[in-house]
Structure formats: C-alpha cells, structure tokens
C-alpha cells in the first residue's frame, strides 16, 4: 500500500460544479499536506498547501485538512474546463506523492 | 518572478550513455529536489540537497549521483543509461521553512524529458 492513496479517477464533472478529490496517507507524522495541478506534459504546479486541522480557503478551492482520520481533501467549486488536469496529493518534506488523479471539467 | 530553470528541457541518448542534467533553483532558494515522473506514473523522488550537503535520499538507482554547487545550481548525473530512465525529471526548489509562503513549499522546473534509445 503506497503512504499516499488518491481517490481513483478519472474525475468527470460538469462546468460550474463542484469537484471533490480525496487523498488518505498513512504517515500519522506528516505535517504539512500539498496539492499540485499537473497538466499533461507539464511540471507540478502548487495549488495550495495545509498544516492545519480544517479548512483552507483560496478563491475557487478549498483544502480541508483531518489528521485524526488521516486525510486531506481538496474542493474546487465553479469548475471550470481549464481545471482539467491531474490533481497531486503530496505530504512532507520529501514530497510523497499521490498516484493523482485526473479530472475533466465538461462544458 | 523568476521559477525554476532546467536545462536541457530535451535529451535523447543511447543505452548505455550518460547524462547529465542541469537545475538552477529560484534565487535564493537554498534546497534542490530530483524527482523522476515515467508516463502516467506519479513524481517519484530521487534525492535533495539542503545547503550543497545530501538532505534526503529517495529511489535513486546507484547508476545516479547528483550534487549541489556553490551556487546553489545541482546537477544530476545518469550513467549506464537504460530504457526504462526513459522519463520527465523534474527539479523544484524552495526555501527551507520560509515563512508566509508555507513549509518547505517546493516550486517545480518545467522538466527534463530524457529518451533513451
């Protein structure tokens, strides 16, 4: 079992909707929590970063943090198309990765 | 602002060549990452480097080394290529716990795509 699972994709949501990717880790250690977009062919760009309990707020997206359930969510509302893209979970500072998980945004 | 630069962006290579790959992080930046992305696969790490010493060590093949400069710029070095190194490496920089920006925040170069024949 890989330290950092993602919720199986791909993702498919309409425009204008909420996309909700999950990511569990197994390292009750970790303390800071990041996302990255990736978009084919492209480098890991930040999304956000987490190393609080709770909710993490930056325009469209929203990451959500619970260490006693050992997970760490990222909400994007008003999808857009432009948000399609792979989504990374990454925890530490070595940067374990997630698997990703790749979301489509439909007109 | 300035990112993160790699050179070259694109290197081809027989089995059995060396590589060398370039990285010159964001100025300022004090720490290096490695990592290597196969297709369709995640960024697996492969080693950094935190003031020109080794911090941490990934799944880095010994057919690798890789060191950080004076200047901060590291290089990764491949030998005895094989088709499999065939991947996108990407380097990313950050500042050791730099407040505001968040912990030990890494910012990605636009990668290294290295084809071995």
């Known amino acids: 079992q890989k330290e950092v699972e993602q919720n199986s994709g791909p993702l498919s949501v309409p425009e204008g909707a909420i996309a909700s990717l999950n990511c569990t880790y197994s390292d009750r250690g970790s303390q800071s929590f990041f996302w990255y977009r990736q978009y084919s062919g492209k480098s890991p760009e930040l999304i956000m970063f987490?190393?609080?309990?709770g909710d993490k707020e930056d325009g469209r997206f929203t990451a959500q943090l619970n260490k006693a359930s050992q997970y760490v969510s990222l909400l994007i509302r008003d999808s857009q198309p432009s948000d399609s893209a792979t989504y990374l979970c990454a925890l530490g500072n070595d940067m374990r990765f997630g698997a990703g998980t790749r979301l489509t945004v439909k007109p | 602002a300035a990112g993160v630069i790699q050179s070259p962006r694109h290197l081809i290579k027989e089995k059995r060549e060396t590589a060398t790959l370039k990285c010159y992080p964001i100025?300022?930046?004090?720490?290096v990452y490695w990592y290597q992305q196969g297709p369709g696969q995640d960024p697996q790490f492969l080693i950094s480097f935190y003031e020109k010493m080794q911090s941490d060590k990934g799944s880095i093949p010994d057919r690798f080394s890789a060191q950080q400069f004076s200047d901060y710029h590291s290089e990764l070095n491949m030998s005895s290529l094989e088709l499999g190194d065939s991947a996108l490496y990407f380097c990313?920089?950050?500042?050791?716990?730099?407040?505001?920006?968040?912990?030990?925040?890494?910012?990605f170069g636009p990668g290294t795509r290295l084809t071995v024949l």
């Open positions: 987490i190393y609080s309990n």
């Open positions: 990313a920089s950050s500042l050791w716990g730099l407040a505001g920006a968040g912990p030990d925040t890494q910012y």
């Open positions: 100025p300022r930046h004090d720490t």
